[in-house]
């Protein structure tokens, strides 16, 4: 199946897979501006992770040096014509800036700067690791745009909101270790090891109930700016948008995973 899909996302997306974690990689040149192709082609390859068996984690990374993603392409956006159709269908900007299906969890491996709308791939994503060399920066208002694919709407719930929108007025890039101290990337590395780091996170993850982390991930978005007193009330019977949480919970495996801790061995999921 990925070598079939490699073939259709080929110059813009490839597969790889190891183990349980998928590796979802842009190699579009020269630097992976996002174009409507290249959104479709995200938006199919993270699909393909949720409806897949096999995966359980995936990981965002590029495969160009330069950058992971120099953000919109506006040869594109500016010419009268260009590629054919629309972008992605549920996907939004990028393909999973507002893919809200995907519920398996997403790495971000930011090996190169990650301007505009790639630093908005990456904070749609659920956890970040980035090379030391490697900067974050959202300088929309310098080119008569919004970082509207998450920047104004996501970074200022992440960091510090002065911070944040500090950031988007003056178009200043933040160093890997800058947003490793305002909280923003999980582990900085060196380029070289980066992947690495990406990988062992990924594949620690990956011995996690797939069950709980799918309710952990709906849980999160869906109280998101809920007050406190609101969110202690959800449970899984709160509704439609906590079908993943019910299924937790009637699930064999969360006591499967109670039986293993007590029997002191490790823990075998089904997924059901």
């Known amino acids: 199946m990925i070598d079939t899909l490699n073939a259709e996302l080929a110059g813009f997306v490839e597969l790889h897979g190891e183990g349980r974690v998928l590796e979802i990689r842009m190699v579009k040149p020269k630097v992976n501006a996002i174009c409507r192709r290249l959104s479709r082609a995200l938006e199919k390859a993270a699909m393909f992770l949720q409806d897949s068996d096999d995966y359980q984690v995936g990981i965002l990374s590029s495969g160009e040096d330069r950058a992971f993603s120099a953000g919109m392409d506006f040869s594109e956006s500016v010419a009268s014509v260009g590629d054919e159709g629309v972008g992605a269908v549920k996907g939004g900007f990028g393909g999973i800036t507002k893919l809200w299906d995907l519920k398996k969890p997403l790495i971000a491996a930011i090996n190169a700067p990650a301007i505009g709308g790639g630093m908005e791939l990456a904070l749609a994503c659920d956890l970040i690791v980035m090379g030391e060399h490697a900067y974050f920066q959202l300088p929309e208002l310098q080119r008569g745009l919004l970082p509207d694919g998450g ?23 933040m160093t890997a270790a800058e947003a490793m101290s305002w909280g923003l990337v999980h582990r900085t590395a060196p380029a ?66 109670q039986r293993a801790f007590l029997e002191r061995r490790p823990p075998k999921w089904t997924g059901a």
């Open 151 to 173: 920047g104004l709407q996501r970074l200022p719930r992440r960091i510090p909101y002065n911070v944040a929108t500090a950031m988007i007025w003056t178009g200043h890039r």
């Open 192 to 257: 070289e090891e980066l992947r690495t780091l990406a990988f062992s996170i990924a594949h620690k993850m990956a011995l996690d109930a797939p069950l709980a982390q799918q309710a952990f991930k709906e849980v999160l978005r869906n109280i998101d700016g809920m007050p406190d007193r609101d969110a202690m009330g959800i449970r899984g019977d709160s509704g439609p948008e906590y079908q993943a949480f019910a299924r937790m919970l009637a699930s064999d495996d969360m006591l499967e995973g």
